[in-house]
């Protein structure tokens, strides 16, 4: 495909003028030369011109006139004037009149004219391409509502209090969810505690979206992580030189989400000088940035989080009473994954789905034995700690299902606390004693495999069994190793 050089008209009524321009000018651009007006405007009814150099003395009109009507007639094209006169009322004239983007004097340099017919080109390339969209918007004003209703729509479903929020039928968070839908119609300040991971800033999504000021915006601040200046800069603004590093004005998160949802999480970790200022913005409504004398108000609804017990350490003078009130309008606390053992399955399905989406892979699903695994693990780290574990088996996994030969071996191997496995263990089975112990010894020796990736000279020789024994007890308990697959649609349905 050839590239179609940038088209320019030159009028000059000099043709050692024309001839010098034409030479240095026809490697880059489609040059058209005229040397009177009557010729340049013939040329400007057949031909596509994007730029008008011309002359400003010529004898039938000067250059500023003829820019002028065209300008008139042809306003997409760059008007230029090049001139060996430097008359002031010539050039207020030709910027008034003619419209003109350069007026270039000479003796003029080679590389310095072409520069400007390129700046030139650009600037009719980016009066048209406004112009396109300046078109498409004035057709298209309901298909752009549209998209920005979808993605609106979009985000009040990923974050709706009952499809957003991952969990079982009889799990302990429908009640938590439960709680949101009530709360989030009402324009009230939430407090959320729980752990870290425990998906705090899902449930504030959730809180938003399902609100009355779900059109407008929702920023987080991780309140923890910044010292109290860059803090307070961070949520309040500042002005220019307000503090060593201010170099420009800054807008504040509070003004940022005004009208919307502010969510500070680690909120407990702040300093008791930096809960005396928030406290003041709680209170008045409206806030100073630093540096500066003027107050804004703002119509902001705040949720905060924290993996701390504010009760506790507002009665150790860790944080301050009336702040914790403020906040605390309602409070919601997020259990811990180890209290939601059913909810483990659909969980780890739903991550996989959304670390398939991030990393571009594809899997069929999840063994059984993977996610036996994960069910005795206590998950410190919570959800989030899942999510990374989940990421790590898909990237390290070959085959179409992520088996329990690629989780961590410290999730491998862990078992949960003795006490509780066992009191657990026996009220979940029935019959008989004989019945109980046998049904108690198939799943200690299946556990013990599980954990052992299913080699059964360890297994043998931690259980105190021969291979042979062991063998037996398999026979006789029906025990194999599991490849029947938690599909991803069953598990989510």
Same mark, same amino acid.
């Given at each position: 495909?050839? *590239?179609?050089?940038?088209?320019?008209? #030159? &009028?000059?009524?000099? %043709?050692?003028?024309?001839?010098?321009? +034409?030479?240095?000018?026809?490697? !880059?651009?489609? &040059?058209?030369?005229?040397?009177?007006?009557?010729?340049?405007?013939?040329?400007?009814?057949?031909?596509?011109?994007?730029?008008?150099?011309?002359?400003?003395?010529?004898?039938?009109?000067?250059?500023?006139?003829?820019?002028?009507?065209?300008?008139?007639?042809?306003?997409?094209i760059i008007r230029m004037i090049i001139s060996g006169y430097t008359d002031s009322e010539d050039i207020i004239d030709a910027i008034n009149k003619g419209g003109i983007y350069q007026y270039i004097?000479?003796?003029?340099?080679?590389?310095?004219?072409?520069?400007?017919?390129?700046?030139?080109?650009?600037?009719? $390339?980016?009066?048209?391409?406004? +112009?396109?969209?300046?078109?498409?918007?004035?057709?298209?004003?309901?298909?752009?509502?549209?998209?920005?209703?979808?993605?609106?729509?979009?985000?009040?479903?990923?974050?709706?209090?009952?499809?957003?929020?991952?969990?079982?039928?009889?799990?302990?968070?429908?009640?938590?969810?439960?709680?949101?839908?009530? &709360?989030?119609?009402? *324009?009230?300040? #939430?407090?959320?505690?729980?752990? !870290?991971?425990? =998906?705090?800033?899902?449930?504030?999504?959730?809180?938003?979206?399902?609100?009355?000021?779900?059109?407008?915006?929702?920023?987080?601040?991780?309140?923890?992580?910044?010292?109290?200046?860059?803090?307070?800069?961070?949520?309040? =603004?500042?002005?220019?030189?307000a503090f060593t590093g201010a170099i420009e004005d800054r807008v504040g998160l509070f003004e940022l989400a005004n009208g919307g949802t502010i969510f500070l999480d680690e909120i407990g970790d702040?300093?008791? /000088?930096?809960?005396?200022?928030? @406290?003041?913005?709680?209170?008045?409504?409206?806030?100073?940035?630093?540096?500066?004398?003027?107050?804004?108000?703002?119509?902001?609804?705040?949720?905060?989080?924290?993996?701390?017990?504010?009760?506790?350490? #507002?009665?150790?003078?860790?944080?301050?009473?009336?702040?914790?009130?403020?906040? /605390?309008?309602?409070?919601?606390?997020? %259990?811990?994954?180890?209290?939601?053992?059913?909810?483990?399955?659909?969980?780890?399905?739903?991550?996989?789905?959304?670390?398939?989406?991030?990393?571009?892979?594809?899997?069929?699903?999840?063994?059984?034995?993977?996610?036996?695994?994960?069910?005795?693990?206590?998950?410190?780290?919570?959800?989030? +700690?899942?999510?990374? +574990?989940?990421?790590?088996? @898909? #990237?390290?996994?070959?085959?179409?299902?992520?088996?329990?030969?690629? &989780?961590?071996?410290?999730?491998?191997?862990?078992?949960?606390?003795?006490?509780?496995?066992?009191?657990?263990?026996?009220?979940?089975?029935?019959?008989?004693?004989?019945? $109980?112990?046998?049904?108690?010894?198939?799943?200690?020796?299946?556990?013990?495999?599980? $954990?052992?990736?299913?080699?059964?000279?360890?297994?043998?020789?931690?259980?105190?069994?021969?291979?042979?024994?062991?063998?037996?007890?398999?026979?006789?308990?029906?025990?194999?190793?599991?490849?029947?697959?938690?599909?991803?649609?069953?598990?989510?349905?």
């Open positions: 495909m050839v *590239d179609v050089l940038p088209s320019i008209l #030159v &009028v000059d009524d000099e %043709p050692r003028s024309l001839e010098s321009i +034409e030479r240095i000018l026809s490697d !880059s651009f489609e &040059v058209h030369l005229a040397a009177n007006v009557d010729e340049a405007e013939a040329i400007l009814q057949r031909e596509w011109i994007q730029v008008l150099l011309c002359d400003q003395r010529m004898p039938e009109m000067s250059g500023v006139e003829f820019t002028e009507k065209v300008r008139s007639e042809y306003p997409d004097t000479k003796p003029w340099h080679p590389d310095e004219l072409i520069s400007k017919l390129n700046n030139a080109i650009e600037l009719f $390339r980016l009066q048209r391409e406004n +112009e396109r969209l300046a078109v498409e918007l004035k057709l298209k004003p309901d298909t752009l509502e549209q998209a920005l209703i979808e993605k609106r729509q979009a985000l009040k479903s990923r974050y709706d209090w009952d499809a957003g929020i991952v969990r079982s039928p009889d799990s302990c968070m429908n009640a938590i969810c439960d709680t949101i839908r009530t &709360v989030a119609a009402f *324009d009230v300040n #939430v407090l959320l505690m729980g752990e !870290s991971g425990t =998906g705090k800033e899902l449930c504030a999504r959730a809180l938003h979206y399902n609100s009355l000021r779900q059109d407008k915006v929702f920023v987080a601040e991780n309140c923890g992580a910044l010292p109290d200046e860059l803090l307070e800069s961070e949520l309040f =603004g500042h002005k220019r030189g702040t300093s008791p /000088a930096f809960q005396v200022k928030l @406290l003041r913005v709680l209170q008045e409504n409206e806030i100073r940035p630093l540096g500066s004398n003027t107050r804004k108000p703002i119509d902001v609804r705040v949720i905060a989080a924290t993996n701390r017990n504010l009760a506790e350490d #507002v009665k150790n003078g860790k944080f301050r009473q009336d702040l914790y009130y403020r906040l /605390a309008t309602f409070e919601i606390e997020l %259990p811990p994954l180890r209290e939601r053992k059913q909810d483990i399955a659909p969980l780890a399905i739903a991550l996989l789905n959304e670390a398939m989406d991030q990393l571009g892979k594809r899997v069929k699903g999840i063994s059984e034995e993977a996610l036996c695994c994960f069910e005795n693990y206590r998950w410190p780290g919570n959800v989030r +700690e899942m999510q990374n +574990e989940i990421k790590r088996m @898909l #990237v390290l996994g070959q085959k179409d299902y992520l088996g329990s030969e690629l &989780v961590s071996p410290h999730i491998l191997h862990a078992t949960p606390e003795e006490e509780e496995a066992d009191m657990a263990l026996l009220t979940s089975i029935d019959g008989s004693l004989k019945q $109980r112990i046998e049904k108690l010894e198939a799943r200690i020796i299946k556990e013990t495999l599980i $954990r052992l990736r299913w080699n059964k000279t360890q297994a043998s020789q931690e259980l105190g069994l021969s291979r042979v024994g062991l063998r037996n007890k398999l026979e006789r308990y029906g025990l194999e190793r599991n490849d029947n697959i938690e599909s991803i649609e069953e598990t989510v349905a």
